[in-house]
């Protein structure tokens, strides 16, 4: 084996333990956060509609919703996520529902496992018992860059990144959510974009621009 070798093997082992620390971390800062999304949930209970405008101001279900979407959204009542201290990767997602006219579901669950990659695996996931002349939407057409998944469809199909999205970022930041402070956030990221584009271009066009000569 080369030294070349050696020292690769050394960093993919550095990386590994980089990586449990790093679990670690973050199952601890969950432990810290639980009793806190307790308190946050009991609050939410008493706001009509705070976790279907949580999920619609976000880009994981908030982008072109369809009809059942919508309803079952403006339907739901309590949106929860279990983990597992002894297992860092296991998720559960938890939503309940009022009485609507899309599905007969009062709860719907998806069980999963997550890693560093945004991969895992599907534990269990639920069966929407859909009302008659309703049933699950066509798939709809999307961008390399958009969430395959609509709302009710995901609780049923073997989409990990969505699942990840919504217990690493959009729970854990659902006041911000409901707020829409997420979207003022990445408005304020394009406009100083764009300005600093303006500014690039300004100033190429004064460097471009033939400079007088001057009289002698």
Same mark, same amino acid.
Do not use: C
């Given at each position: 084996?080369?030294?070349?070798?050696?020292?690769?093997?050394?960093?993919? &082992?550095?990386?590994?333990?980089?990586?449990?620390?790093?679990?670690?971390?973050?199952?601890?800062?969950?432990?810290?956060?639980?009793?806190?999304?307790?308190?946050?949930?009991?609050?939410?209970?008493?706001?009509?509609?705070?976790?279907?405008?949580?999920?619609?101001?976000?880009?994981?279900?908030?982008?072109? %919703?369809?009809?059942?979407?919508?309803?079952?959204?403006?339907?739901?009542?309590?949106?929860?996520?279990?983990?597992?201290?002894?297992? %860092?990767?296991?998720?559960?997602?938890? &939503?309940?529902? @009022?009485?609507?006219?899309?599905?007969?579901?009062?709860?719907?669950?998806?069980?999963?496992?997550?890693?560093?990659?945004?991969?895992?695996?599907?534990?269990?996931?639920?069966?929407?018992?859909?009302?008659?002349?309703?049933?699950?939407? @066509?798939?709809?057409?999307?961008?390399?860059?958009?969430?395959?998944?609509? /709302?009710?469809?995901?609780?049923?199909?073997?989409?990990?990144?969505?699942?990840?999205?919504?217990?690493?970022?959009? /729970?854990?930041? &659902?006041?911000?959510?409901?707020?829409?402070?997420?979207?003022?956030?990445?408005?304020?990221?394009?406009?100083?974009?764009?300005?600093?584009?303006?500014?690039?271009?300004?100033?190429?066009?004064?460097?471009?621009?033939?400079?007088?000569?001057?009289?002698?």
């Amino acid at each position: 084996m080369s030294a070349e070798d050696i020292i690769n093997d050394e960093f993919m &082992a550095l990386e590994d333990e980089t990586m449990k620390v790093s679990e670690a971390v973050q199952a601890y800062q969950r432990k810290l956060m639980i009793p806190l999304w307790d308190k946050r949930r009991e609050l939410a209970k008493k706001i009509p509609g705070f976790w279907g405008q949580v999920l619609s101001n976000s880009s994981v279900f908030g982008d072109n %919703p369809d009809d059942n979407d919508i309803e079952a959204m403006e339907n739901l009542t309590d949106f929860h996520i279990e983990f597992d201290e002894k297992n %860092p990767r296991y998720r559960k997602v938890v &939503a309940e529902f @009022k009485d609507n006219d899309v599905f007969n579901n009062r709860t719907l669950t998806k069980e999963f496992a997550v890693d560093s990659d945004d991969e895992g695996n599907i534990i269990s996931k639920s069966t929407i018992e859909y009302k008659e002349k309703k049933g699950p939407t @066509k798939k709809r057409k999307i961008d390399e860059d958009e969430f395959s998944s609509t /709302f009710l469809d995901w609780f049923t199909n073997d989409d990990i990144m969505t699942g990840f999205s919504l217990s690493e970022e959009i /729970f854990p930041s &659902a006041i911000e959510y409901y707020r829409g402070a997420m979207d003022d956030d990445d408005d304020e990221d394009e406009d100083e974009i764009e300005l600093g584009s303006e500014e690039s271009e300004e100033e190429e066009e004064q460097a471009e621009r033939p400079k007088k000569k001057s009289r002698k």
